[in-house]
């Protein structure tokens, strides 16, 4: 028997230009998961008269902006590759008949057609491992429709592991210390450490999703591993869309706080992203350095996400394991 191997996260644009960028946009925002409107059609038409003919052209810039700056193409896609490799070059070593695809929620390569390779090679059982630390509908949720939907069409279906959120996993929360102290040890420690998270609309959270108490959890248990007093970081959302009231505090508005009341050195971790992506590595990276460094702060910088290091690949190996 044939047991697939399944890691998705996100997704990204084919290309970072204006059309890519209108597909991959027009796939993602029309997701009512994400985007969850109280009245459809008009969602509909805001998002197709108005958003997607202005925003593909500015998030094309910025999306230009990191192209290439981690492998080839986009960094979320190179870096999940790697993780890939990673987690296939141990796991093959230990156990026979395992078969490994990438799938991603938007874009290409897609879930659907991951899962049908994973047929294809005689998979009866798939363990799927999104790879978002913290459960949300908007990301977990909806992968697990996207699944669902193409598991509606197969007339066997695999047994299927989906394992729905790590942010309290001991190895997870140590790989994250490791990184913040590895950093420290080349840039100093700084006056105080941002934790920021991707924010979701407040009215989500409101509807009983765990996100937010799965992000705050993640900060308090990794201030804990690194011995952090309550005044030594700080917990934040960034990536706001629209106007809606979304998750507080807000990184921009946090960090530009911190600057104007005297703060000069501060390192930002994103403990949510479990590869560089647009989110960090233009949003935290450069916007939100210009925030801090403009408001009279002296010192940023930004600590990368796990990506491929040996420690993440091997929690994930752990997670992935319970279920072979
Ligand atoms: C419109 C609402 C959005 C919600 C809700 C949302 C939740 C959410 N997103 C991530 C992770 C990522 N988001 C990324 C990009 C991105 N996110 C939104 C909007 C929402 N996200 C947009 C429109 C975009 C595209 C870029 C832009 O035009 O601003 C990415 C980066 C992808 C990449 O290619 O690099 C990630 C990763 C999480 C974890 C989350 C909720 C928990
Ligand atoms: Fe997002
Ligand atoms: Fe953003």
Not at 111 to 130: F, H, N, T, W
Request: with cysteine; charged share 20%; aromatic share 10%.
């Amino acid at each position: 028997m044939k047991t697939g191997i399944l890691l998705t996260n996100l997704g990204t644009p084919d290309t970072p230009t204006k059309s890519a960028l209108r597909r991959y946009l027009s796939e993602f925002l029309s997701d009512s998961r994400v985007v969850d409107p109280p009245n459809k059609l008009i969602w509909w038409l805001v998002l197709n008269v108005v958003i997607l003919n202005i925003r593909p052209k500015k998030s094309a810039k910025i999306y230009a902006k990191i192209w290439d700056k981690i492998g080839t193409g986009s960094p979320l896609l190179s870096i999940t590759k790697l993780q890939l490799q990673g987690v296939k070059k141990t796991l093959l070593k230990q156990h026979e008949n395992l078969v490994f695809e990438i799938g991603m929620r938007y874009g290409n390569p897609s879930i659907s057609s991951a899962l049908d390779k994973l047929r294809a090679q005689g998979c009866e059982k798939i363990i799927v491992l999104p790879l978002y630390p913290q459960y949300s509908n908007t990301t977990t949720l909806s992968t697990l429709d996207t699944i669902n939907q193409t598991l509606s069409s197969w007339t066997q279906k695999p047994k299927i592991a989906f394992i729905e959120y790590y942010y309290d996993n001991d190895g997870y929360l140590q790989s994250l210390a490791n990184s913040v102290l590895e950093h420290q040890t080349k840039h100093g420690k700084p006056d105080k450490l941002m934790i920021s998270f991707h924010g979701i609309p407040q009215r989500y959270v409101d509807n009983g999703d765990v996100y937010y108490d799965h992000c705050i959890g993640t900060a308090r248990l990794l201030a804990k591993k690194l011995d952090l007093d309550e005044s030594d970081y700080l917990f934040s959302f960034q990536s706001i869309f629209g106007r809606e009231l979304w998750t507080k505090p807000q990184t921009k508005e946090r960090l530009e706080a911190l600057a104007s009341n005297g703060v000069a050195h501060i390192q930002v971790i994103c403990p949510g992203f479990s590869a560089d992506c647009l989110e960090t590595l233009e949003e935290i990276e450069c916007e939100n350095r210009d925030y801090f460094i403009q408001a009279g702060g002296r010192q940023f910088s930004y600590i990368p996400a796990l990506n491929d290091r040996n420690d993440h690949i091997k929690m994930l190996i752990d997670l992935i394991s319970i279920h072979l």
